[in-house]
């Protein structure tokens, strides 16, 4: 079987490899595409070194393609990229919200990407990290209201957006005043609540998506969704404070137990150790960190809780590489004519 | 008139003399007080020189005494301090909670600074931040439940705050491993979610303040409140995401012209022009920023607000000053026998 990756020396491409590398996923080739300008790079994929080609405008030879390079890459060639016969999952926000194309997050309805119609698409970051924790929850105690606040890394915007971090941060420390390119104000030592276009609802792309996409995943529109998305200065991993009210009511004894069974949730809730979720702790981690739960202060029998995943890997690279991984345990990835 | 400032030599000492360099208070003495170690240093209030004293254990012989030296320095000591017989504004949570001690943030309840009995409180500067935005909108419009997430600055904790933040990040940077003395973590590039010390019930002291003194200031015990307080790798100035469910519905432009009209608010919030509230530009400033306002997706008639103020002046010494430039507008500086 062969996997291609689309966007390959991108930030989530980088990720895209190492996840691979440790994968269950079967495969025996892997083809690296970029963009013209990337093209010609020489990476090391399990010892062995790989040159990244021009991403083709036709068929790629390929049983799984992992596109990261963009909705508009991904809206323009995925249904050429089809046609050699192997299913897109795609890391843009380009087919989202088509109906025929699954949204999936497997350890939530990862039965969802089995119908696939040659494009799944994996779901933006913050949704995809809050989700984990919360489609439990919903599933046993029934979700009414869901208010997210996120504490969004850099990295949201690839490599260039935690150069940029880095680098106005050294400017900073030297005295000098931060510019910026990648963000829409100086991000060093700034908050900026803004993460995508402003809607013409008053909220951000950002925002919208994670209602629209909680929605489509839990397969639930009668969830009451909300977000404030905000970029801070850090490199890797979203944080997101989320307030829930619930049908029945629930302890945070019960949660965290429920929680401790879930698949990709790592509890960590110790107050008294000083262990709850953190970028430093969950950076590089592939279970999203959940902790700080506690009865909900506004809804009775509610439950208020804390979580930080990486979103270059649950967010990103590692859910795309779990739904290939899902479609072939599930014996979903047919065997294809190569072109 | 004489005003005293007690913690002269700290982040919050500092901005109090800025703060009084440009009020509207009238008095022609100023005296600087510190702990032992401080003492001595000379410091530079309207050309003139003034040396640090340490703080007395006995009465004070100044009409305004601004404290900002830690609660159990106000604790042990204000109730000697005012039997010099001025009235202490005390910036710690040292009597915030006593019936008798009024919690005061002039433009919402500045009438209850007239009832004082010698010590007047100088809220915590998460709630006198949000207190400024939602005071109003409470007023008119009746806040039912109230969710707060923060963003909050390393001055929080004091210059040694914003020494560790800027410190470690440089040993970052510089590839190094970062510490920590004043967090509980490291904080550059990191998120805390941990601010004070943990209750029983799973909230921080922190969290439990903004309930507590939200109730207290607005003088309404059923308005339902939570927060989630997070330290956040920035120099000055919280932000806090707010969501409100009102009694009476609202629109986000009924809640713009409330704003815009109400005293120490900025309303910022044109995201067309990428205006909303940022420690960038709500640093140094006076009025706390609100922007972002926009119908909630979760209440039927809520509203959805950003917020960033300057903790170090309205969550500080910006208040306490207000305190008593309201206590002498309003004849309240009684003519004290000087001891």
């Given at each position: 079987?062969?996997?291609?990756?689309v966007?390959?020396?991108g930030?989530?491409?980088?990720?895209?490899?190492?996840?691979?590398e440790?994968?269950?996923?079967r495969?025996d080739?892997?083809?690296?595409?970029?963009?013209?300008?990337?093209a010609?790079?020489?990476?090391?994929?399990r010892?062995?070194?790989?040159t990244?080609?021009?991403?083709p405008?036709?068929?790629?030879?390929?049983?799984?393609i992992?596109?990261?390079a963009?909705?508009?890459?991904?809206?323009?060639?995925?249904?050429?990229?089809?046609?050699?016969?192997g299913?897109?999952?795609?890391?843009s926000?380009?087919?989202?919200?088509?109906?025929?194309?699954?949204?999936?997050?497997?350890?939530?309805?990862?039965?969802?990407?089995?119908?696939?119609?040659?494009?799944?698409?994996n779901p933006?970051?913050?949704?995809?990290i809050?989700?984990?924790a919360?489609?439990?929850?919903?599933?046993?105690?029934?979700?009414?209201?869901?208010?997210?606040?996120?504490?969004?890394?850099t990295?949201?915007a690839?490599?260039?957006?935690?150069?940029?971090?880095?680098?106005?941060?050294r400017?900073?420390?030297?005295?000098?005043?931060?510019?910026?390119?990648?963000?829409?104000?100086?991000?060093?030592f700034n908050?900026i609540p803004?993460?995508?276009?402003?809607?013409d609802?008053?909220?951000?792309?950002?925002e919208?998506?994670?209602?629209?996409?909680?929605?489509?995943?839990?397969?639930?529109?009668?969830v009451?969704?909300?977000?404030?998305?905000?970029?801070?200065?850090?490199?890797?991993?979203?944080?997101?404070a989320?307030?829930?009210e619930?049908?029945?009511?629930?302890?945070?004894?019960?949660?965290?137990?429920?929680?401790?069974?879930?698949?990709?949730?790592?509890?960590r809730?110790?107050?008294?150790?000083?262990?709850?979720?953190?970028?430093?702790?969950?950076?590089?981690?592939?279970?999203?960190?959940?902790g700080?739960?506690?009865?909900?202060?506004?809804?009775?029998?509610?439950?208020?809780?804390?979580?930080?995943?990486?979103?270059?890997?649950?967010?990103a690279?590692?859910?795309?590489?779990?739904?290939?991984?899902?479609l072939?345990e599930?014996?979903?990835?047919?065997?294809?004519?190569?072109?």
């Amino acid at each position: 079987m062969r996997v291609a990756i689309v966007g390959a020396t991108g930030a989530v491409g980088h990720e895209l490899m190492q996840v691979l590398e440790r994968s269950t996923l079967r495969f025996d080739e892997l083809l690296l595409y970029a963009s013209p300008r990337s093209a010609g790079t020489r990476l090391t994929f399990r010892g062995q070194e790989l040159t990244v080609q021009v991403t083709p405008e036709g068929p790629i030879d390929a049983d799984v393609i992992l596109a990261s390079a963009g909705g508009s890459v991904s809206k323009a060639l995925a249904h050429q990229w089809i046609k050699g016969g192997g299913v897109v999952i795609d890391n843009s926000s380009a087919f989202r919200y088509d109906q025929d194309v699954p949204l999936v997050v497997p350890e939530v309805n990862g039965e969802a990407a089995l119908k696939h119609q040659g494009i799944i698409a994996n779901p933006n970051c913050t949704t995809a990290i809050a989700v984990v924790a919360v489609a439990p929850i919903h599933r046993k105690y029934g979700v009414r209201r869901m208010i997210v606040s996120t504490y969004q890394a850099t990295s949201g915007a690839g490599q260039k957006g935690m150069d940029e971090l880095v680098e106005q941060t050294r400017h900073v420390l030297d005295g000098q005043e931060a510019t910026h390119e990648v963000f829409a104000h100086p991000i060093p030592f700034n908050v900026i609540p803004h993460i995508d276009s402003f809607q013409d609802n008053g909220y951000t792309k950002e925002e919208m998506k994670v209602v629209w996409e909680t929605h489509k995943i839990l397969g639930d529109d009668s969830v009451r969704v909300s977000c404030t998305a905000v970029r801070i200065p850090t490199l890797r991993t979203h944080s997101e404070a989320i307030t829930l009210e619930l049908e029945r009511p629930a302890t945070p004894e019960q949660i965290r137990e429920l929680l401790a069974a879930s698949a990709g949730v790592e509890v960590r809730d110790d107050p008294s150790g000083k262990l709850y979720p953190m970028p430093l702790t969950a950076s590089g981690k592939y279970d999203v960190e959940v902790g700080r739960i506690r009865e909900s202060l506004v809804f009775d029998g509610g439950i208020d809780l804390f979580v930080a995943g990486d979103q270059l890997l649950k967010g990103a690279a590692l859910n795309a590489v779990q739904i290939a991984e899902y479609l072939q345990e599930h014996g979903a990835l047919k065997e294809r004519q190569r072109i």
